[in-house]
């Protein structure tokens, strides 16, 4: 029992220190696929940011709803190192051209930003800020915490799924993923979305699954089609474009 307990808890140290810049204590674990099943309660933590930002415009300073939307996303953003933007960024300087598919990987492996990059940075932080302020008008902030967690589970989904483009990098770290790998990231989703169903209703709930789900197959379809499989800035991605097609659809939709 306390080995499985140190086990548990190497792994989430793993996984934040994979999501976050948190200088978190301990010793990661020697198998990185372990923590995989572990990256919603990530998502979980980094919530905490723009529920402490709602209660404390609300309570506290009484501010319009822009300057929280704002501060709550740049706190959460700092707090993953922009680690994912950048892998939107260099996803779509790849992704936008029409090359091979060695091309691609050097495009991705190159530290530059282009023009399809930098545009798609500031489109998706544009499209979050419009998004999460309805959320604080609206005293939403529920689903703007259901969408960070949402697409933390298809940071999971993704290398626990999808094969590893090339020989290193992030996604490499997460090694060749087995039955139990796969059987634990299906049963946090699922335990995910049961969470997510009680916190915003079973139809608003089932628009968010279905946006979430779509855009996360269609880029995994992308990334095999273009690639052959995902690498490090394909899951930082998929986290941002999920999160948009999540909130999107909840209030857009619903």
Not at 56 to 76: C, F, K, Q, R, S
């Amino acid at each position: 029992m306390e080995l499985r307990r140190t086990v548990h808890m190497n792994s989430l140290i793993t996984a934040i220190r994979t999501l976050t810049i948190f200088p978190i204590p301990g010793k990661d674990t020697i198998h990185f696929e372990r923590s995989l099943f572990l990256f919603p309660v990530v998502g979980v933590l980094l919530s905490l940011i723009p529920l402490g930002v709602w209660w404390w415009a609300e309570t506290i300073v009484m501010l319009d709803t822009l300057v929280p939307a704002i501060t709550a996303l740049g706190l959460v953003t700092w707090a993953t190192g922009a680690l994912h933007l950048d892998g939107l960024g260099d996803v779509a300087d790849a992704f936008g051209g029409a090359g091979d598919r060695e091309q691609v990987l050097a495009i991705l492996k190159d530290s530059r930003m282009g023009s399809f990059g930098v545009t798609a940075i500031v489109f998706d932080l544009l499209l979050k800020t419009a998004l999460w302020r309805i959320a604080f008008e609206q005293r939403a902030v529920i689903v703007i915490m259901c969408g960070l967690v949402m697409a933390r589970c298809g940071q999971a989904i993704l290398p626990a799924f999808m094969p590893n483009a090339r020989g290193g990098g992030l996604a490499a770290s997460f090694g060749t993923q087995g039955k139990t790998t796969r059987y634990s990231v299906i049963v946090a989703t699922l335990l995910v979305l049961l969470c997510v169903v009680v916190a915003v209703g079973p139809l608003r709930a089932g628009v968010m699954t279905v946006a979430g789900g779509a855009a996360l197959v269609i880029f995994a379809r992308q990334c095999r089609v273009r690639i052959g499989g995902i690498t490090g800035d394909c899951i930082g991605a998929a986290n941002e474009l999920i999160e948009v097609a999540v909130l999107a659809a909840a209030f857009l939709v619903v």
